[in-house]
């Protein structure tokens, strides 16, 4: 099936429980009561998976506070950060050198900064905003990060000699971001061609049982096979990857 419009899967779905014809989503109560379907089920079908075509490079915002100079703001269209790098290019360096900084749990990262010893010269005692301290080290770039909030990313050192504070210039990252669903008539939904028969399916089999009060057994049953079919299928580039990745989830 080809992408299809959001006024075509009203028109779709409306036309299956024979209803009014309409050339807008907006013409008929029942057409805009079926556009929000289509939305809510779709949200639903977007959050039941990571969607490969979602994910994108992006970077961290830094705090810009010189008191929480190794915390990092994560945007709020992220719903995963599959991993970061950093750009630990020294004050003497020339080259930029982007390695891999890898995630902790809450409670290992906390061992692990709080092993350290406050009063050495080479750690900063920095108050997060939970009041809770954090022994961090400042002559180095980041090895290890956490996040204790699902919104700041939290690193466990920075190098004071090259900055402040850590730069949302020197971070890359690949992030899964989630799309926006436009209740608009020429609107397309973001997701993959193969994925649009599940959705027009379950949104039709939900648009029944709300609008009619009646479930529709053939939809119902052509939405499961579609849901498990689309398990199987998550990249366009084949089966070679797998089916789950490591990483930091925001879900």
Known sequence: MAKMTLLAMVQNILSSMDGDEVNS????????????????????????????????????TASGDSDLPTHMEMDDSFTRVEWIKYNKITSTGTKDVYADVTWKE????????????????????????????????????????????????????????????LQASKTQAMAYKEPVFTQA??????????AFPYLLAESKSVAFNQLRQTANAKEEQRSRRQRTWLSQEKHREGNGRKQERPGYGRR
């Open 106 to 165: 809450p409670k290992d990262f906390m061992d692990y900064v709080m092993a350290r010893v406050s009063s050495n010269s080479d750690i900063t005692t920095v108050t997060d905003p939970t009041g809770i301290e954090l022994f961090i080290k400042n002559d180095t770039a980041p090895t290890f990060y956490t996040s204790f909030d699902d919104d700041w990313v939290v690193f466990d050192s920075y190098d004071s000699g090259v900055d402040s504070t």
């Open 25 to 60: 989503i907006s013409d008929t109560i029942e057409a805009t009561q079926t556009a929000e379907i289509i939305e809510t089920t779709y949200q639903e079908v977007y959050n039941d998976r990571l969607w490969p075509h979602t994910a994108q490079l992006v970077q961290l």
């Open 185 to 194: 008539d020429s609107f397309v939904p973001d997701m993959p061609s193969k």
